[in-house]
């Protein structure tokens, strides 16, 4: 079946590092693959997405690159903040339904 | 402004009570969906909508109920039924691949509801 994996946190990490959360997924077909964030109490925000191999999202400093050949879709920051503080998913839909499936989420602490 | 609205945010429930969460659109969507977020873990679809009368169930179905008479609302009622509703529930909408000539569309979610188990 469908199904996406990341990297367990959480990820600690001081202002203005390098930051890569992996997610790899399993899927059929030519999925769409994306990453959400999600601030303390509150809903999910889209941050970036990809709809074919090789398309990379970016967003805010943020970026991924679908790998199909790796199915990966890795996200990466090159200089976080106290701000980029939250929780990250990795999702992606396949198929006509359009329903998402998550990862489990990986959350981020920057220290100042 | 456009968007999706959950409410209430919070909420307590009695053993054996039925409770109902609200979430409304006006973004014009076609599929709307819910989710339950438990501490430290993913999102597990409850429900799924993609027209006005019709739902499927999701991947935890179990002691929840849905109803979509209008396309702007999807309310979920968490049933007696539901043994641990503890949780953190999440609605969101989305575009149906082809609806507006769109080919793929991203889901657009709530604020979320934390239902407690007084």
């Known amino acids: 079946g469908n199904s996406v994996t990341q990297m367990e946190g959480p990820v600690t990490l001081s202002e203005e590092a390098f930051l890569t959360i992996n997610c790899t997924y399993t899927?059929?077909?030519?999925?769409?693959l994306f990453w959400y964030v999600q601030y303390p109490g509150e809903g999910l925000q889209l941050l970036l997405k990809a709809t074919k191999a090789d398309d990379k999202g970016s967003n805010k400093g943020f970026e991924a690159t679908y790998r199909k050949e790796t199915t990966s879709f890795h996200l990466e920051k090159g200089s976080v903040q106290v701000s980029d503080s939250a929780v990250y998913f990795c999702?992606?839909?396949?198929?006509?339904?359009?329903?998402?499936?998550f990862g489990a989420g990986t959350r981020l602490a920057v220290h100042p | 402004d456009g968007g999706i609205t959950q409410s209430p945010k919070y909420l307590f429930r009695k053993e054996g009570q039925n409770v109902t969460l609200s979430c409304e659109q006006n973004l014009n969507h076609d599929a709307m969906y819910w989710y339950r977020q438990d501490p430290g873990q993913g999102l597990r679809l409850i429900y799924y909508?993609?027209?006005?009368?019709?739902?499927q169930k999701g991947d935890i179905a179990e002691g929840y109920s849905v109803s979509r008479e209008k396309k702007e609302s999807f309310p979920l009622t968490v049933t007696s039924a539901q043994k641990n509703p503890t949780a953190f529930y999440l609605c969101?909408?989305?575009?149906?691949?082809?609806?507006?000539?769109?080919?793929?569309?991203?889901?657009?979610f709530g604020q979320g509801t934390r239902l407690t188990v007084v």
């Open positions: 909508s993609q027209i006005v009368n019709d739902f």
């Open positions: 969101a909408s989305s575009m149906m691949p082809g609806q507006r000539g769109q080919r793929n569309t991203e889901a657009f």
């Open positions: 899927a059929t077909g030519y999925p769409s």
């Open positions: 999702a992606l839909r396949t198929g006509g339904y359009n329903k998402l499936i």
